[in-house]
């Protein structure tokens, strides 16, 4: 079964230092999603992606946070420069345009520490 | 503002015990709206997906029902085991179902 794949699954950095993630979402999927969970609270959308355009990056710190998706397949979430409260883990979805119910398809996450 | 408010927060039940989650909305216009299961340390995993027109949705011993009129779903777990211990998070899309807000999530945990 095809799934959503995320690199690295841990990750811990200094503060002040540059970090980046990577996701590979299913294979035809245009829809693609980076979220932020803080331990114990709920999803928090960064940015949306359709192809290679950004939907919605209306919550992403957008001094220290970037993303792109160039050829609108896989893609990579950067922060630079970390701080402690970047610490969280960072979970890529992605999704069908294809279907009715936009269902989201999780990866298992990227695990970030700042110290 | 669109929201969705999950109840409770957390929850503790003996293994074999049913639970009931809660789910309120106001999100519009309603698009569909999902039920996940998170483990600890792992992405979600959807459970349900329900239309507009779907007032009731099972997976296993996982049922889904939605109130479209009153803005309320709720998530029944029959028979709960120990790999039931997860959050529960409920999923309001807008629009034209990729317009999505999450809840909170309900902390689930069973014990022998």
């Known amino acids: 079964e095809a799934e959503v794949a995320q690199s690295p699954r841990y990750k811990i950095t200094e503060k002040s230092q540059a970090v980046a993630f990577w996701c590979d979402p299913i294979?035809?999927?245009?829809?693609l999603y980076w979220y932020r969970q803080i331990l114990g609270q709920g999803l928090e959308l960064l940015v949306q992606?359709?192809?290679?355009?950004?939907?919605?990056d209306s919550q992403l710190p957008k001094d220290r946070f970037s993303a792109e998706r160039l050829k609108g397949v896989d893609s990579t979430l950067k922060i630079q420069p970390a701080e402690l409260g970047d610490s969280a883990m960072y979970l890529c979805?992605?999704?069908?345009?294809?279907?009715?119910?936009?269902?989201?398809?999780f990866g298992p996450g990227t695990r970030l520490t700042v110290t | 503002k669109n929201q969705v408010e999950q109840s409770p927060q957390s929850l503790i039940i003996l293994e074999g015990k049913n639970c009931t989650l809660q789910?309120?909305?106001?999100?519009?216009?309603?698009?569909?709206l999902r039920w996940y299961k998170q483990d600890t340390g792992r992405g979600p995993v959807s459970l349900t997906i329900?239309?507009?027109?779907?007032n009731t949705k099972s997976n296993g011993r996982y049922t889904a029902t939605l109130d479209a009129d009153t803005k309320q779903s709720s998530l029944h777990i029959t028979a709960s085991q120990l790999s039931d211990s997860a959050s529960y998070i409920c999923?309001?899309?807008?629009?034209?179902?990729?317009?999505?807000?999450f809840g909170g999530g309900t902390r689930l945990m069973v014990k022998p």
């Open positions: 992606f359709q192809d290679e355009s950004v939907v919605d």
């Open positions: 329900m239309t507009f027109s779907e």
């Open positions: 999923v309001v899309s807008a629009h034209a179902g990729n317009m999505l807000t």
């Open positions: 789910c309120n909305y106001t999100v519009s216009p309603f698009s569909n």
């Open positions: 979805a992605s999704s069908s345009s294809g279907t009715l119910t936009y269902e989201q398809y």
């Open positions: 294979s035809g999927h245009a829809t």
